[in-house]
Antibody
Framework: QLQLQESGPGLVKPSETLSLTCTVS??????????WGWIRQPPGKGLEWIGSVIYSGSTYDNPSLKSRVTTSVDTSKNQFSLKLNSVTAADTAVYYC????????????????WGQGTLVTVSS | DIQMTQSPSSLSASVGDRVTITCRASQSISSYLNWYQQKPGKAPKLLIF???SLQSGVPSRFSGSGSGTDFTLTISSLQPEDFATYCCQQSYSTPWTFGQGTRVEIK
């Protein structure tokens, strides 16, 4: 059974870089059939897709984050990562990693499974 | 960006009720609409993908329909474990976007 687990600091200072890693177990990250994505949810608010990466390293990012996002993949470790720079309090959220089935270049079939999520607070 | 609008934002219902939640996309997304259930403190769970396909392991009381811009999630007979927040998500084009959620509460 495929499982995903987020890891990284729970507290980041304003203007610094948020760095998270998602470790995939129970299956290989090296498949052209899947994207590996990051989604966040500010406290009490809705879900926002941040970015996704495929095993080859190709990425899609949400333009609303104004090029602050870097997503990457490490197939040797079966992990993928998120870096979000120049963070502010508005970036405080639960960050989830998830897999989504690639149907076409940008058409997918929903995020499943998800990691349990990790709360990242931006505060000095 | 494609905007996803759900209605209602919340509803109260009783066990055994039939519940319908709607999701409207700001432009056509064909059938690339997914539905999730989220309980407090938990990650979302995929219920329906591609508008009407039931994810493995999801009870058959959940169903989805629609295409183009208008979609519906139906719970045929609400169970105690179904009280949660439901949201839709379009997976037709980037940035992939979510609806704001519908909270289903106990009447």
């Amino acid at each position: 059974q495929l499982q995903l687990q987020e890891s990284g600091p729970g507290l980041v200072k304003p203007s610094e870089t948020l760095s998270l890693t998602c470790t995939v177990s129970g299956g290989s990250i090296s498949s052209s059939n899947y994207y590996w994505g990051w989604i966040r949810q500010p406290p009490g608010k809705g879900l926002e897709w941040i970015g996704s990466v495929i095993y080859s390293g190709s990425t899609y990012d949400n333009p609303s984050l104004k090029s602050r996002v870097t997503t990457s993949v490490d197939t040797s470790k079966n992990q993928f990562s998120l870096k979000l720079n120049s963070v502010t309090a508005a970036d405080t959220a639960v960050y989830y990693c998830a897999r989504h089935v690639r149907r076409d270049t940008i058409i997918t079939l929903g995020f499943d499974p998800w990691g349990q999520g990790t709360l990242v607070t931006v505060s000095s | 960006d494609i905007q996803m609008t759900q209605s209602p934002s919340s509803l109260s219902a009783s066990v055994g009720d039939r519940v319908t939640i709607t999701c409207r996309a700001s432009q056509s997304i064909s059938s690339y609409l997914n539905w999730y259930q989220q309980k407090p403190g938990k990650a979302p769970k995929l219920l329906i993908f591609a508008a009407s396909s039931l994810q493995s392991g999801v009870p058959s009381r959940f169903s989805g329909s629609g295409s183009g811009t208008d979609f519906t999630l139906t719970i045929s007979s609400l169970q105690p474990e179904d009280f949660a927040t439901y949201c839709c998500q379009q997976s037709y084009s980037t940035p992939w976007t979510f609806g704001q959620g519908t909270r289903v509460e106990i009447k």
